[in-house]
């Protein structure tokens, strides 16, 4: 027999993530809005061999970060928690390091990116475990952070790579 909802009984009153999955996930919000962030600066400085390729990769990343850190924003909501996407917030919290300022030469870009990409993942995975024993399904949109930013990083990264022997 299926149970009634009270007013009361609502997503208002259901799961709430405690202190700990906040900081978790405001950690990966943080270095996901500053992973768009440098990913545009990357975008409009890059210069050099193989510029159109590599200028057009870094919008897939920036546009996969933006989608990334909305959907764990609005995760955040969901389980009352306050996300906080404020550019002070960022430059204090960001686990990414800072970007160079003028022109960077595309091979150089490619490192940085995949750097940022991969401390990025860092935070991830540092995070997960911890997440997944809470609340399994905010770890199920990590993994998907996880699948995506792995998958530019190992993309990005093979532009400079040289063959195993």
Request: net charge negative.
């Amino acid at each position: 027999m299926a149970k009634k909802l009270t007013q009361k009984q609502n997503a208002e009153s259901g799961f709430r993530a405690s202190a700990k999955l906040s900081t978790s996930m405001q950690r990966v919000l943080v270095d996901l809005l500053d992973l768009q962030l440098q990913g545009k600066q990357a975008h409009w400085n890059v210069v050099g061999t193989n510029f159109r390729d590599t200028h057009l990769q870094l919008d897939e990343i920036v546009a996969s970060a933006r989608r990334l850190s909305d959907t764990v924003a609005e995760r955040m909501r969901a389980l009352h928690a306050l996300p906080d996407g404020r550019s002070s917030t960022i430059a204090e919290t960001s686990s990414l390091p800072a970007y160079p300022t003028g022109e960077v030469d595309t091979k150089q870009t490619i490192d940085l990116i995949t750097e940022r990409l991969e401390a990025a993942t860092g935070t991830v995975r540092d995070v997960h475990d911890s997440v997944d024993e809470e609340d399994p399904t905010t770890a199920d949109i990590l993994h998907v952070v996880l699948e995506e930013l792995e998958q530019f990083a190992w993309m990005v990264s093979a532009e400079n790579r040289k063959p195993e022997k």
